[in-house]
Antibody, heavy 119, light 109 residues
Framework: QVQLQQWGAGLLKPSETLSLTCAVY????????WSWVRQPPGKGLEWIGE???????NYNPSLKSRVTISVDTSKSQFSLKLSSVTAADTAAYYCARLDPATGINFDYWGQGILVTVSS | QSVLSQPPSASGTPGQRVTISCSGSSSNIGSHYVYWYQQLPGTAPTLLIY???QRPSGVPDRFSGSKSGTSASLAISGLRSEDEADYYC??????????FGGGTQLTVL
């Protein structure tokens, strides 16, 4: 059974860089896209971006200038960095898997981490 | 403001059939598959419907999805109290990114 476990700092100050990592257990990184999705408190889901095992990425145009997603296949992990955070970046951040071969997308999710940006 | 439009709320009584709509455009729903997710309070979303109308194993056949043109719908029949949750639609957009609906909060009266 595939499991995604994520971690990272939960409290940041404005202008700092958000950094989260998601580890994949029980499955391979290969053949899938790995994504980050966020959800501000009381609001809907927003896709941040995705990466595959080769390092090919796609980003949400609204966040592209501040987002970097990377992958470490040796550790079966992928990471998110979001620079110059503001209070508007306060949200629960989730990692998730996409399967382009079957089209079964966002089938596995991490547990989520609440990141709060506050001075 | 979400790219895909959903009603903010829906409700029904136990046993009833309810539908949740999701409206997009030719660049997302009109050209690509629609996905539906259920999110219970305080938990991560879970996949409910993929590729417009396919159910992952373990999802009851009370849940069904459909798509027509630039709109899609999620139907829940035989409504149960445990169906009370937030529901989100999603689709890939031709601009090379995933778009989500704003979510619909379903209340079982």
């Amino acid at each position: 059974q595939v499991q995604l476990q994520q971690w990272g700092a939960g409290l940041l100050k404005p202008s700092e860089t958000l950094s989260l990592t998601c580890a994949v257990y029980g499955g391979s990184l290969s053949g899938y896209y790995w994504s980050w999705v966020r959800q501000p408190p009381g609001k809907g889901l927003e896709w941040i971006g995705e990466i595959n095992d080769s390092g090919s990425t796609n980003y949400n145009p609204s966040l592209k200038s501040r987002v970097t997603i990377s992958v470490d296949t040796s550790k079966s992990q992928f990471s998110l960095k979001l620079s110059s955070v503001t209070a508007a970046d306060t949200a629960a951040y989730y990692c998730a898997r996409l399967d382009p071969a079957t089209g079964i997308n966002f089938d596995y999710w991490g547990q989520g981490i609440l990141v709060t940006v506050s001075s | 403001q979400s790219v895909l439009s959903q009603p903010p709320s829906a409700s029904g009584t136990p046993g009833q059939r309810v539908t949740i709509s999701c409206s997009g455009s030719s660049s997302n729903i009109g050209s690509h598959y629609v996905y539906w997710y259920q999110q219970l309070p305080g938990t991560a979303p879970t996949l409910l419907i993929y590729k417009n109308n396919q159910r992952p194993s373990g999802v009851p056949d009370r849940f069904s999805g459909s798509k027509s043109g630039t709109s899609a719908s999620l139907a829940i029949s035989g409504l149960r109290s445990e169906d009370e949750a937030d529901y989100y639609c999603a689709a890939w957009d031709d601009s090379q990114y995933w778009v989500f609906g704003g979510g619909t909060q379903l209340t079982v009266l």
